[in-house]
T-cell receptor, first 116, second 114 residues
């Protein structure tokens, strides 16, 4: 079973629309971290946010916001008033502790296309 | 500027040839990683290194080799034993292997077969 599921393979929106990218994870640990990364067409993965499992406060950074719900094992990402520059593949990732320090698992990614 | 530099950006391999992808970081990070990304897919871990002169296999290590002789450098060799090497390769680093540490990525190398 996948540890990190991003059910939306591709999403297309028109500029200025709001869009939410879903992330559902699976873990038996009580302490873990969740991350979101952006991969623009250039290829580099850009780190966006880290959230630990004890902090369920929502976070807002400009047009970006994240909703972490431990009860549903979800860590969703919303872009408000989307722009063409938001077009990218977005990855959710789960980091658990293992015998070697870190078990970092990426989801399959969601490709977001923002049309002008 | 601190960051991770991967070279070359594009690489072509002939049949039976080994090729080496370079990854250098100046972030003073202890841990480094190599991932493979196939079109439309997520990232799969090839190898990782927690510290100089130490490295561990990831999920898809067959046909690849690495070395970690310097903290800043973690080159990946794609050997002729890797029968399907065409992919996008990403190098990453983190401060250490603590599970709270984000990984920071380079720009990637696209490898193709001639």
């Amino acid at each position: 079973a996948q540890k990190v599921t991003q059910a939306q393979t591709e999403i297309s929106v028109v500029e200025k629309e709001d869009v939410t990218l879903d992330c559902v994870y699976e873990t038996r640990d009580t302490t873990y971290y969740l991350f979101w990364y952006k991969q623009p067409p250039s290829g580099e993965l850009v780190f966006l946010i880290r959230r630990n499992s004890f902090d369920e406060q929502n976070e807002i950074s400009g047009r970006y916001s994240w909703n972490f719900q431990k009860s549903t094992s979800s860590f969703n990402f919303t872009i408000t008033a989307s722009q063409v520059v938001d077009s990218a593949v977005y990855f959710c990732a789960l980091s658990e502790r293992d015998n070697y320090g870190q078990n970092f698992v990426f989801g399959p990614g969601t490709r977001l296309s923002v049309l002008p | 500027d601190g960051g991770i530099t991967q070279s070359p950006k594009y690489l072509f391999r002939k049949e039976g040839q080994n090729v080496t992808l370079s990854c250098e970081q100046n972030l003073n990070h202890d841990a480094m990683y190599w991932y493979r990304q196939d079109p439309g897919q997520g990232l799969r871990l090839i190898y990782y290194s927690q510290i100089v002169n130490d490295f561990q296999k990831g999920d898809i290590a067959e046909g690849y080799s690495v070395s970690r002789e310097k903290k800043e450098s973690f080159p990946l060799t794609v050997t002729s034993a890797q029968k399907n090497p065409t992919a996008f390769y990403l190098c990453a680093s983190s401060m250490d292997r603590g599970y709270n540490q984000p990984q920071h990525f380079g720009d990637g190398t696209r490898l193709s077969i001639l």
